[in-house]
């Protein structure tokens, strides 16, 4: 059984930081494209940043480029999203998705992804 859970989420202050994680288990990890979606209250949910299944090629939304980095561990088999310069319009619940496809290339489609996470709340006061 295909489990991701997140980690990592909760309550600071604009300016802060705060670094997700991610553990999967019951999957081949290093074969997977890993991605971070959020969706705030009314919004479609939105990728954020995505990391091919090698880690040489990632991708992220305008909104986070320069704030926000994804990494992966595949010993750990988890993925992280460490972020920084933190706005009120990052409040959003967070999930961590994979994709089996093992291409250079990175999706950003939330249809693309076989597997989810429960989500993790984030939210940034101002």
């Known amino acids: 059984q295909v489990q991701l859970v997140e980690s990592g989420g909760g309550l600071v202050e604009a300016g802060g930081s705060l670094s997700l994680s991610c553990a999967a288990s019951?999957?081949?990890?290093?074969?997977?494209?890993m991605g971070w979606f959020r969706q705030a209250p009314g919004k479609e949910r939105e990728c954020v940043a995505v990391?091919?299944?090698?880690?040489?090629?990632?991708y992220y939304t305008d909104s986070v480029k320069g704030r926000f980095t994804i990494s992966r561990d595949n010993a750990k088999a988890t993925v992280y999203l460490q972020m920084d310069s933190l706005t009120p319009e990052d409040t959003a619940v967070y999930y961590c998705?994979?994709?089996?496809?093992?291409?250079?290339?990175?999706?950003?489609?939330?249809?693309?992804?076989?597997?989810w996470g429960q989500g993790t709340q984030v939210t940034v006061s101002s």
């Open positions: 019951g999957l081949a990890f290093s074969n997977y494209a």
């Open positions: 990391i091919n299944w090698s880690g040489v090629n990632t």
């Open positions: 998705a994979a994709d089996r496809r093992m291409t250079y290339q990175v999706f950003t489609t939330p249809q693309r992804y076989d597997y």
